[in-house]
């Protein structure tokens, strides 16, 4: 049974940093390409970055330079460093395979930056 367990959100002010965890099991991680995902209240789910099994990254246009993805095999986790924080960047965070996602998401984890 594929499952991620998403942690590491909370309240911070803009300008803040945050590091997301993703724990993935039910599917042979180190073969996927994984993501991270976002969705604001009102707002379709988006992608926000990705990281390829052989380690290649590509990030939204809107995160590019604040926000680092990057995965530990062994422990089937992947990470979201995020720094500068922005108050747009308020959302639930959810990471998946990042080409063709499974029908299966985790509870994500919420970031809320705000003063």
């Known amino acids: 049974q594929v499952q991620f367990v998403e942690s590491g959100g909370g309240l911070v002010q803009p300008g803040g940093s945050l590091r997301l965890s993703c724990a993935a099991s039910?599917?042979?991680?180190?073969?996927?390409?994984m993501a991270w995902y976002r969705q604001a209240p009102g707002k379709q789910r988006e992608l926000v970055a990705r990281i390829s099994s052989g380690g290649n990254t590509n990030y939204a246009d809107s995160v590019k330079g604040r926000f680092t993805i990057s995965r530990d095999n062994a422990k089937k986790i992947v990470y979201l460093q995020m720094i500068s924080l922005k108050p747009e960047d308020t959302a639930v965070y959810y990471c998946n395979a990042g080409t063709s996602p499974f029908t299966s998401w985790g509870q994500g984890t919420q970031v809320t930056v705000s003063s």
């Open positions: 039910g599917i042979l991680f180190s073969a996927y390409t």
